[in-house]
C-alpha cells in the first residue's frame, strides 16, 4: 500500500522548476460581462448558503443540503448523477459537451458539535451540528460559477465540458479519494477548488496526508465491585493504547500529527466496561511516513489488548493525500483574484467585525477584506483535505477568500458563526468570480492546461502510481453515528 517511496514524494514537493507564466486570454469588457453573470446570480448563492448553513447536516447525512444544490442546478440545465461511488448524497453534474473537461468541487457537511448562531458572541442554536469550516458557501460558491461557465459556454458557442463534483463528508469521511479511486476524474483537464478562509489567497500549498480510523476493543463486563477480577475492561485497553501512542510521540519524524478521542468509554463506573473505542488521526506531508506510523498505532493496539485481554478490532475510516500544488494553475488563479478584487464592510459588518475580532487570541481589530495577500507556491499548511488526493491525479488548484474575519481558524465557533452572515455571502461571492474567470480562461487557453498537466507529471515523479489511502474498502456512511 505504498504510494511511492519517500524521496519520491518529498523531492516532487520541492520540485524547484519555474512554471510557464501565461497572459490573460480574457478581454477587460470579457472578465466584466463574467463578473456581472456571477452578480446576477448571487441572490441565489445567498439563499442556497443561508439555507445549508440552516440544514447543518453531518457527513453522509446531508440530504436536504445535496437536494437543494442539486435543484439548483437542474434548474440551470444540468445533468445531475446522483449517488456516485456508492455515496447516497454525493452526486455528479454536467453541462456543455466535448473537452476541455474543467471541474468544480463543492461540500456541504456540518461539523457535530458546533451549534452556533450568526451573532459575534459564542451561542448555540441547538443544533447537533454547524458549519464551522463554511461548506455551506463552499458548495454555493462552487454552483454559482459552474453556472456562470454553462451560461458563458453557451453564450459564445465554446466547445468544453463544466462539472461540479458533489462531495459529501469532507470532514473525515473522504468523498473525493472514493472519487478517485473509481476513476471518476479520467477524463478532466483541470480542477478548480476553494475554501473558506480569513484572507483573500491563491497561494499553491501543500497540505497533510492523513489515515483515521476506530479502535474498538471489546471486554468481558462484570460487577466492578463484586467480582472485578471476572471483568477484562476495554476502557482499559482504549488507555492503554492511547498511553503507548503518546509515548510513540517523541519517536516520530517531527511534522506527524496524531490526535484522538474516545469515543465510546463504557456505560457506567459500576460495570467493568466490555465495550470501548477510539478515533485516531494520523497526518504527515508524507504518506510514506503516515503509513509507517500508522502501522506502529496499530501494533499498539495489539498490544494493550494483550496486555488486558481483550480483543481489538480497526476499521479504516477514510485517508487522503496531501495537497500537490500547481504553479501553472496557481498563477491563474492569482491573477484572476487580483482582477476581481476583495470587498468592503459596511457599518454593520464592520460593528460585527469588530466584535469577533475581541474573541480572538492577539487580534484587536479585524483586517481590511479588500486585501489580496502575496502569492507563495508550496508553503506546507497542517491541515488535510480530500482534494488531496484529486490533485495527484489532475492538475488542481487552490483559492482562499475573506469569507471570515481575520484571525479566525477553522473548527471555531467565529468561523461557524460568521458563515452564516452577510460577510461569509461576500467572500463566497469574491471566490465564485474567481473561479468563473479561471475556468473561462482555461476554456480559452488550452496551452496552460498542457503546462499544468506536465508539471503535475513532474511532480508526481516517474515512477509514482496512485494508490489510495483508503485501500478498498466502501465508504464509511456510519462514520458519524454514535456507537
Avoid at 92 to 119: F, N, W
Amino acid at each position: 500500500m505504498r504510494p511511492a517511496s519517500r524521496h519520491l514524494l518529498l523531492s516532487a514537493i520541492v520540485l524547484a522548476t519555474v512554471s510557464p507564466v501565461h497572459a490573460t486570454s480574457l478581454s477587460d469588457p470579457e472578465a466584466k460581462a463574467l463578473e456581472a453573470s456571477v452578480d446576477a446570480l448571487s441572490p441565489k448563492l445567498a439563499t442556497v448558503a443561508h439555507d445549508v448553513w440552516n440544514y447543518a447536516e453531518v457527513g453522509f447525512k446531508e440530504t436536504r443540503s445535496t437536494a437543494e444544490l442539486q435543484k439548483t442546478l437542474r434548474d440551470a440545465g444540468f445533468h445531475v448523477e446522483t449517488g456516485i461511488s456508492g455515496i447516497p448524497t454525493a452526486f455528479l453534474a454536467t453541462a456543455g459537451s466535448g473537452g476541455p473537461v474543467i471541474a468544480l468541487l463543492a461540500e456541504y457537511d456540518a461539523l457535530p458539535g458546533l451549534s452556533q448562531d450568526a451573532g459575534p458572541e459564542q451561542k448555540s442554536l441547538g443544533g447537533i451540528a454547524g458549519h464551522a469550516c463554511g461548506h455551506n458557501l463552499l458548495g454555493a460558491a462552487s454552483v454559482t460559477a459552474a453556472i456562470a461557465l454553462k451560461q458563458w459556454l453557451t453564450q459564445n458557442g465554446i466547445k468544453g465540458t463544466i462539472r461540479l463534483y458533489g462531495s459529501p463528508a469532507e470532514e473525515g469521511g473522504f468523498s473525493k479519494a472514493y472519487f478517485v479511486r473509481d476513476g471518476l476524474f479520467k477524463d478532466v483537464d483541470a480542477v478548480l477548488s476553494w475554501h473558506p478562509g480569513d484572507a483573500n489567497n491563491a497561494s499553491q500549498g501543500q497540505l497533510l496526508s492523513v489515515i483515521s480510523a476506530k479502535f474498538r476493543f471489546t471486554g468481558v463486563a462484570s460487577h466492578a465491585a463484586v467480582a472485578p477480577e471476572r471483568g477484562r475492561s476495554a476502557l482499559d485497553a482504549v488507555e492503554i493504547h492511547d498511553v503507548a501512542v503518546n509515548f510513540m510521540r517523541e519517536h516520530v519524524p517531527q511534522d506527524t500529527r496524531i490526535h484522538y478521542t474516545i469515543t465510546d468509554g463504557g456505560d457506567q463506573p459500576n460495570i467493568v466496561p466490555a465495550h470501548a473505542e477510539s478515533f485516531y488521526y494520523i497526518r504527515h506531508y508524507d504518506p510514506a511516513v503516515v503509513l509507517d506510523v500508522w502501522d506502529r498505532v496499530q501494533k499498539a493496539a495489539q498490544g494493550a489488548a494483550l496486555a488486558t485481554g481483550t480483543k481489538v478490532a480497526v476499521e479504516v475510516i477514510g485517508g487522503s493525500y496531501g495537497d500537490l500544488p500547481n504553479d501553472v494553475l496557481g498563477r491563474i488563479v492569482d491573477a484572476n483574484l487580483r482582477r476581481v478584487g476583495g470587498y468592503s464592510y459596511s457599518a454593520q459588518e464592520t460593528a460585527y467585525a469588530k466584535a469577533i475580532a475581541t474573541t480572538l487570541p492577539g487580534q484587536s481589530a479585524p483586517s481590511d477584506p479588500n486585501v489580496i495577500a502575496p502569492y507563495e507556491q508550496g508553503r506546507q499548511i497542517p491541515a488535510s483535505s480530500d482534494v488531496g488526493d484529486i490533485s495527484w491525479a489532475v492538475p488542481t488548484s487552490a483559492l482562499g477568500t475573506a469569507t471570515w474575519v481575520s484571525g479566525t481558524r477553522p473548527h471555531s465557533w467565529q468561523a461557524a458563526s460568521t458563515s452564516g452572515t452577510s460577510i461569509g455571502i461576500k467572500g463566497a461571492i469574491i471566490a465564485a468570480k474567481t473561479l468563473t474567470l479561471t475556468g473561462a480562461e482555461l476554456f480559452r487557453n488550452p496551452a496552460v492546461l498542457k503546462d499544468a498537466k506536465a508539471e503535475l507529471a513532474r511532480r508526481q515523479g516517474a515512477n509514482f502510481v496512485y494508490r489510495p489511502l483508503i485501500g478498498d474498502r466502501k465508504p464509511p456512511l456510519d462514520y458519524t453515528d454514535k456507537k
